[in-house]
């Protein structure tokens, strides 16, 4: 039996040719030079296929013949000097790297494990990749809205002081809300601290937006009559030195102890610089807000080299950017360049927790703090509160918080509690070494 013609005449040149004189016989010949012959398919130009490109039938690949060959390119890679180096070099940077991260994460002084990794990053050159992290998670504040918890002032808080002829307590009047129509108890002071049967500190609470209304931002007034400040350095900022200070409040040391509040930014982006106690950290720049610590306990804030110099009664100087209250006024600053002026915030947006400090015109000190605030806003309720002079202290809620101290029963280890129910840091975080510098009040 013969095949059909028509499929003899399909076969192509290099096949056996097609003649119907032939017998009806497959015809094998080997390939030309240059070409591979693959049972099932013609010749293929190019010679023999590369390794792992064709498998041919019939033949079996050899597993351990691929890997010697594969691991024969290793060694000899290995054997190249540069390349030793690199990785030398590379090794080395993973145990700088795993040293210096570990380092910042078992650092005492406070913080989130997020936080602590986002410090090293900023203090390493990684601060674009931290912010751009942050804006990729960034929420912007809710708009409308009522809080979550009552403002209304607890049924136990004092409202009949003592009046003696040497001692008149200044009772602040209640603040309006920026929100419009007030929530029971809104912008009505209570009395947080007594010190000799008399209100030394007060607190309220007020929602700072008509447009965020759901967020509450505290306010505290002491009266500089009835209370000390204290100047303490950070553990890592401005770092150890000779203060004769400490970075806590240890056992031992908290009888009288009425509240305490953070600080500014991190001394190398506050624009200014840190004095406590003869030390330096920083340069005292003329210009910046500045808090000045005197040796009778009080406080007073202004700008450096204008309202405030140095004298043999300072103990202490904080320095943080520029006013954001002026002789009563805010100035129009504090809505320009609100990343450059005012600080990287989380996720580049406006609205995040700050605080601020202000003096008013009778001497008492004034504490703002809270979430979704702006620049604008804060300034507003320290200008509100009564403060003549005011500056924003440090943002982001890792940073900021204030908190009173309940005596109880052991007033020689009173319980501290935070103003804002919804404050993010721990309210024991000074029982414990701290990182940053905080301020510590103390009953006269």
């Not at 890997?67 to 030398?88: C, F, Q, S, W």
């Not at 607190?203 to 209304?213: K, N």
């Not at 309202?307 to 100087?317: A, F, H, P, Q, Y």
């Not at 029982?431 to 905080?438: A, K, N």
């Amino acid at each position: 039996m013969s095949r059909p013609a028509s499929r003899r005449a399909s076969q192509p040149p290099n096949g056996p040719p097609a003649s119907s004189s032939e017998p009806d016989t497959q015809v094998f010949r080997r390939p030309a030079p240059g070409r591979w012959h693959i049972p099932g398919r013609w010749h293929i130009p190019g010679g023999r296929p590369a390794p792992g490109r064709w498998h041919i039938p019939g033949r079996r690949r050899n597993p351990r013949q691929a890997e010697g060959r594969r691991n024969g390119r290793v060694r000899r890679l290995l054997r190249r000097r540069t390349v030793r180096v690199i990785l030398a070099l590379i090794a080395v940077f993973c145990c700088w790297l795993a040293f210096s991260v570990g380092q910042a994460l078992a650092a005492p002084g406070g913080g989130s494990m997020s936080s602590k990794l986002a410090e090293w990053a900023r203090d390493h050159y990684l601060g674009p990749v931290v912010t751009f992290g942050e804006w990729l998670t960034y929420q912007p504040p809710k708009v409308g809205g009522k809080p979550g918890f009552s403002l209304a002032v607890p049924s136990t808080a004092p409202t009949k002081y003592k009046h003696t002829k040497t001692f008149q307590p200044i009772i602040p009047a209640r603040l309006s809300s920026p929100a419009g129509k007030p929530l029971p108890g809104e912008g009505q002071w209570r009395v947080l601290e007594t010190v000799k049967g008399q209100p030394a500190i007060f607190g309220t609470l007020l929602r700072p937006s008509s447009v965020y209304t759901s967020y509450v931002a505290g306010i505290v007034s002491m009266d500089q009559r009835l209370v000390s400040f204290q100047l303490r350095p950070g553990a890592e900022d401005p770092g150890p030195g000779n203060w004769k200070a400490q970075p806590w409040i240890p056992p031992g040391t908290r009888a009288g102890l009425v509240a305490t509040f953070n600080g500014g930014f991190k001394l190398d982006t506050s624009g200014g610089g840190f004095y406590l106690n003869g030390l330096t950290h920083g340069t005292l720049t003329s210009g910046a807000a500045s808090v000045v610590y005197y040796r009778n306990g009080t406080i007073k804030i202004g700008v450096w080299g204008r309202d405030l110099r140095m004298t043999s009664s300072v103990v202490g100087v904080r320095q943080n950017l520029k006013l954001i209250v002026d002789h009563g006024h805010v100035p129009a600053s504090v809505n320009q360049d609100v990343e450059t002026n005012w600080g990287a915030t989380l996720g580049g947006g406006y609205y995040v927790w700050r605080s601020g400090l202000g003096i008013t015109r009778d001497g008492r000190i004034i504490y703002v703090y809270g979430p979704a605030l702006d620049v604008q806003e804060l300034a507003g309720l320290l200008q509100r509160a009564g403060a003549v002079e005011a500056l924003q202290l440090d943002i982001n809620p890792e940073w900021t918080s204030f908190e009173y101290y309940q005596t109880g029963r052991h007033p020689s280890d009173p319980t501290p509690v935070a103003v804002l129910p919804t404050q993010e840091a721990p309210a024991d975080r000074y029982y414990s070494i701290f990182s940053r510098d905080f301020t510590a009040v103390y009953a006269r």
